[in-house]
């Protein structure tokens, strides 16, 4: 949504299906290839924000969690379908999003993964609670909050497939995680 000659930066959006039991039953329910987005800041993977377990090991709790692919849930799941994509942002949308992650961070406890609101949203049940969130609700009003994205429903409706649907998004890889953390310093997107 940058207008011509407006400074830009780049997010970067990651989709992927671990093989964890959530995920499985998300997979299994709804038949689509990824059941968890993060937003990023960067195309070395390094950096990415969502909501998800806390611990690689347990379930539970999960929040808002600052991932890795070298780090947690991800490094365990090298075999993991993903597809991280680019899309240029506003400058000011860019540091407003940065803002936010780095007021959230220290006060990352308060914030907790919606269980229920993930159940929900499968029935197409839009329920929302405070501080509490599953990943693509929290992307989805994220970048709705900045201008980035036009919601067409509610956050709390949103699958991780339904960003792939903005203009804006720019495929930079497609596969496993193992081999996105292989390419992920040569990524040309």
């Not at 839009?126 to 956050?155: I, W």
């Not at 709390?156 to 292989?182: I, K």
């Amino acid at each position: 949504m940058a207008k011509k000659n407006q400074e830009t930066r780049e997010l970067y959006i990651l989709l992927l299906r671990t093989q964890s039991l959530l995920s499985r039953v998300i997979h299994i329910a709804t038949k689509e290839p990824y059941t968890h987005i993060s937003i990023g800041f960067s195309g070395d993977c390094t950096q990415f924000y969502s909501f998800a377990r806390r611990y690689a090991r347990l379930p539970l709790p999960a929040g808002f969690v600052h991932e890795s692919i070298e780090s947690g849930m991800m490094a365990r799941s090298k075999d993991a379908p993903c597809a991280l994509y680019r899309m240029e942002v506003p400058a000011q949308s860019y540091r407003a999003i940065r803002r936010k992650f780095k007021k959230m961070l220290p006060i990352q406890k308060r914030f907790q993964y919606s269980v229920l609101g993930t159940f929900l949203c499968f029935f197409g049940i839009a329920y929302k609670r405070r501080n509490k969130y599953f990943c693509s609700q929290f992307v989805a009003e994220t970048l709705n909050e900045v201008g980035v994205m036009e919601l067409t429903k509610s956050p709390e409706l949103y699958h991780p497939v339904d960003f792939l649907s903005l203009p804006e998004m720019e495929l930079c890889y497609e596969g496993t995680l193992g081999g996105l953390a292989q390419k992920r310093f040569a990524l040309a997107c």
